[in-house]
């Protein structure tokens, strides 16, 4: 359950009124009172209903009838209003338990507590099946205010123990509700009724926000990002201070009247001018000029991976600042795949990226500069289209992300987090799975001889013993011996290489391990190959002998029979 608590003013029957008329969409239809500070007051009952405004009336002067008599004395903003809102999986509560409800939150905000003769009037309407409104009027019996500091604070943990006591949802309470709720700027509700009525599924400014949000990820600097901006169809306004300085920046969707113009920080916190202007700053320049015969320029998409695998890492030990940081770049990257992907997919990713955004975001005020390798690795990417493989390879790797960061925010008990991250996995995979067959079919084309099939499973089964025969029988096992080749063909020694992947992760929570291997490979196997000092010292850390190398790169004790090995230096 939620609770909206505000403080409309001195105006108790514009209240009352907005409460028992229509509706701006005739939406209200049933509101009534489940309970109030005395039973025999009037009901207003539906708009439409004869004598509804002499009730209305009557009700009104019953609630300010304290207010009148303290005159003076009467604090300035004497209406008090919360609403309550169930959980929209909640099961429908009688008027009796709303009525529960309502005195409950009285008596723990101090408005109306229990036994107390001289609390404030208050009346609770139910509006619809899943909220009801409580108003009360600020001047208890012996014409003092009542006792309500803290009164959001102490509504919210009452609520807590209601959910408990009738079997309802857990909402997330505490910092992470403030947290998960301050980046992300809820639409209004005139902006949802006016979406309703357009018959469009987001909101103005959702939609914004989200296109904000991807021409954000791949913009390389704030000219390009307003470009982007424009080219996507919305108008872009940017305000200009005395210094000539660029001061901020506002966006609208294009409307055939008057357009609503929404600042950056109106659609979320992280979305103001400066704090793009740091995301933006804070990324590591990347490779531009073509590269000599001999020079090897890595694959951005190789480079996103690698910097993308080790966030799980930094979400267990680094500071709140970093993890931030790269939390708010990997929610970019979610944002900028669409771009890349195949028509097919575009729709799960745009999902995943909307849902993570609400599993992101920490109190901790990011220090980007922690995740300059990915987000220049981001921008890279917009020059080098992704193959399958590719975004596979990075998909596999986002989806143990958003596993890292549910199970960091369990550990913290961020519910709401929690479910944000369940839903982007829930998008993540159906992506990945859709793509994942064609791109382990590609690489399983190209899988190698027999005998070196059997000489890879030989490897394997020395180096993960434990993981051997679970990976033979898999799916993935052909393409994981055509990943083998192509290392092995670019100098690399597959013993190494298996060991170094597996050492990267335990194996052990893989739904597929050898599709984990595959990835993993894929992005070793850009670097470049390791010289033969180098390779000595990978043969020590192996545990084996230092001895002689065969033409390919392989220690000795991996080395195929004599047949197949060719001839030892």
């Keep these: 359950m939620i609770a909206n608590i505000v403080r409309p003013g001195n105006h108790t029957y514009g209240v009352l009124k907005y409460l028992f008329e229509q509706g701006r969409s005739n939406e209200h239809t049933d509101q009534h009172i489940v309970a109030s500070w005395d039973d025999f007051i009037p009901d207003p009952g539906p708009w439409d209903s004869p004598g509804h405004k ?48 309502a005195r409950r939150v009285l008596h723990a905000t101090g408005i109306a507590p229990d036994g107390d003769p001289d609390g404030c009037r208050w009346v609770a309407v139910r509006h619809a099946e899943d909220h009801i409104h ?14 309500n500091w803290n009164d959001y604070h102490r509504a919210m943990n009452e ?62 600097d704030l000219d390009e990002f307003f470009n982007l901006l424009a080219d996507a169809g919305l108008q872009v306004e940017t305000r200009t201070l005395p210094s000539g300085d660029l001061g901020g920046y506002k966006v609208a969707l294009p409307d055939d009247g008057t357009p609503i113009w929404f600042s950056g920080s109106s659609l979320a916190t992280d979305l103001s ?61 979610l944002y900028a795949l669409p771009a890349h992907a195949p028509a097919g997919l575009r729709a799960e990713l745009q999902r995943a990226a909307s849902a993570f955004e609400h599993a992101a975001h920490t109190r901790a005020r990011a220090d980007h500069q922690h995740a300059r390798a990915l987000r220049g690795a981001l921008k890279a990417m917009r020059y080098q289209p992704a193959d399958h493989t590719g975004l596979a390879m990075l998909l596999n790797t986002a989806i ?8 960091r925010s369990a550990l913290h008990h961020h519910d709401r987090q929690v479910a944000a991250a ?35 499973a030989r490897i394997l089964n020395e180096v993960l013993p434990l993981h051997a025969e679970q990976i033979l029988t898999e799916n993935a096992w052909p393409a994981l011996t055509a990943t083998l080749a192509a290392a092995e063909a670019a100098g690399h020694n597959p013993a190494t290489v298996l060991q170094q ?69």
């Design 273 to 333: 001018l400066p704090q793009i202007r740091q995301r933006l700053a804070a990324t590591e320049a990347q490779p531009t000029a073509t590269p000599s015969p001999r020079q090897h320029r890595p694959n951005p998409w190789h480079v996103a991976t690698a910097a993308a695998e080790r966030i799980p890492h930094h979400l267990a030990h680094a500071d709140d600042g970093a993890v931030q940081a790269h939390l708010t770049v990997f929610g970019e990257v």
């Design 159 to 220: 609520l807590t123990a209601v959910e408990e006591d009738f079997g309802l949802t857990r909402v997330a309470r505490g910092p992470e509700a403030t947290a998960s709720t301050s980046a992300v700027k809820r639409s209004t509700r005139a902006e949802e009724e006016k979406a309703k009525r357009l018959g469009h599924d987001k909101t103005a400014r959702e939609h914004l926000r989200h296109t904000v949000r991807t021409a954000l990820s791949h913009a390389k």
């Design 54 to 101: 002499q009730r209305l009336a009557q009700l009104t002067n019953a609630l300010d009838l304290r207010v009148e008599q303290a005159g003076d004395k009467a604090p300035e903003g004497h209406v008090w209003h919360c609403s309550i809102r169930a959980a929209p999986q909640d099961r429908i509560l009688t008027d009796t338990e709303w009525a529960t409800i």
């Design 501 to 569: 992947t597996a050492q990267h992760r335990s194996l052990d929570d893989a739904k597929s391990a050898s599709e984990v291997l595959v990835w993993r490979i894929q992005r070793l196997g850009d670097r470049h190959a390791p010289g033969p000092g180098a390779r000595t010292a990978q043969a020590r850390r192996l545990g084996t002998q230092t001895a002689p190398q065969t033409d390919s790169g392989i220690p000795s004790a991996y080395a195929p029979p004599a047949s197949h090995a060719g001839r030892s230096r």
């Design 422 to 456: 369940r839903k982007t996995l829930t998008h993540l995979q159906a992506a990945y799975d859709q793509i994942r067959p064609a791109s382990l079919a590609a690489l399983a084309k190209h899988s190698p001889s027999d005998n070196t099939v059997h000489r890879y």
């Design 134 to 147: 409580i108003v009360a009027t600020k001047v208890r019996g012996d014409l003092r205010p009542p006792r």
């Design 400 to 407: 143990l992300i958003v596993l890292a960061v549910q199970r």
